[in-house]
């Protein structure tokens, strides 16, 4: 029997990292890690040299697009509302950014203010602290860390196919949009689908399925994972491309 599929059910995350301020008054020791020291070529022949937790927490940075809210290496300019982690990535210590990162921060009911999803069901302990690793160590350039390029000029369905790894859609919604990343608190223990017959009973129209991106869907605190404000960070032609996509994938 096919599950009705409701707004109030999406409770995932299209990606996005968002740092909505500084968590005041969340108390942590700072803690001190071993490293291997990884080196390699950057674009312009230069050379870099970091850990291999930092240069993992890098990788992980791309892959869950945390650039595309705190802008590429945290340098910010993506929105007022999103603060440069290079900034405030010092100021921070190692227990207030693992509790950000996964327990989210603020619930804003303005789609146009974006606010830090809950990553703690999503991202593992090991990659919370090398993207810690990473801020702390100031962003430095990672060989190959950079965002997925986005083509345009092929078509809709094919930007939109490049905007859902860039967006980090892919981490919470799966490959092709076929769901199963667990959301165990949530009514439907799972993080849903964005194809099959219910999800396009209830998103039928173009406007609808870019009306739940742009306001998310807030389902509560950790550990529960919920649907950012995406109003505030991804333009309207770009819904449009990610509309065209979706709209590819499987029917029943």
């Known amino acids: 029997?096919?599950?009705?599929?409701?707004?109030?059910?999406?409770?995932?995350?299209?990606?996005?990292?968002?740092?909505?301020?500084?968590?005041?008054?969340?108390?942590?020791?700072?803690?001190?890690?071993?490293?291997?020291?990884?080196?390699?070529?950057?674009?312009?022949?230069?050379?870099?040299s970091v850990s291999a937790s930092i240069a993992a927490g890098a990788h992980d940075y791309t892959q869950f697009a945390c650039a595309q809210c705190h802008g590429e290496r945290g340098r910010g300019g993506v929105s007022t509302d999103v603060?440069?982690?290079?900034?405030?990535?010092?100021?921070?210590?190692?227990?207030?950014?693992?509790?950000?990162?996964?327990?989210?921060?603020?619930?804003?009911?303005?789609?146009?203010?974006?606010?830090?999803?809950?990553?703690?069901?999503?991202?593992?302990?090991?990659?919370?602290?090398?993207?810690?690793?990473?801020?702390?160590?100031?962003?430095?350039?990672?060989?190959g860390a950079t965002p997925t390029p986005v083509i345009t000029g092929q078509g809709p369905a094919v930007e939109g196919a490049l905007l859902y790894q860039r967006y980090g859609c892919v981490?919470?919604?799966?490959?092709?949009?076929?769901?199963?990343?667990?959301?165990?608190?949530?009514?439907?223990?799972?993080?849903?689908?964005?194809?099959?017959?219910?999800?396009?009973?209830?998103?039928?129209?173009d406007e609808k399925i870019i009306e739940i991106i742009r306001t998310g869907s807030v389902l509560g605190r950790a550990p529960i994972v919920s649907m950012p404000h995406w109003g505030g960070i991804i333009p309207d032609s770009q819904l449009r491309a990610l509309v065209a996509y979706i709209k590819t994938l499987k029917t029943s």
């Open 1 to 48: 029997m096919a599950r009705a599929w409701t707004v109030a059910r999406l409770g995932a995350a299209l990606g996005g990292f968002l740092l909505a301020g500084m968590l005041a008054g969340c108390g942590g020791t700072k803690t001190v890690t071993k490293t291997v020291t990884v080196v390699g070529t950057v674009p312009n022949g230069g050379a870099t």
């Open 83 to 143: 603060p440069a982690l290079t900034v405030i990535g010092k100021q921070l210590t190692v227990a207030q950014l693992k509790h950000i990162i996964n327990h989210g921060l603020g619930e804003s009911a303005n789609p146009k203010k974006p606010y830090m999803p809950v990553w703690g069901q999503v991202i593992s302990t090991h990659q919370v602290a090398d993207l810690v690793a990473y801020i702390r160590a100031g962003l430095p350039s990672v060989p």
């Open 171 to 205: 981490n919470c919604h799966g490959p092709n949009g076929l769901g199963g990343v667990p959301n165990p608190q949530s009514p439907d223990k799972a993080i849903p689908a964005l194809s099959g017959a219910d999800f396009f009973k209830e998103f039928n129209t």
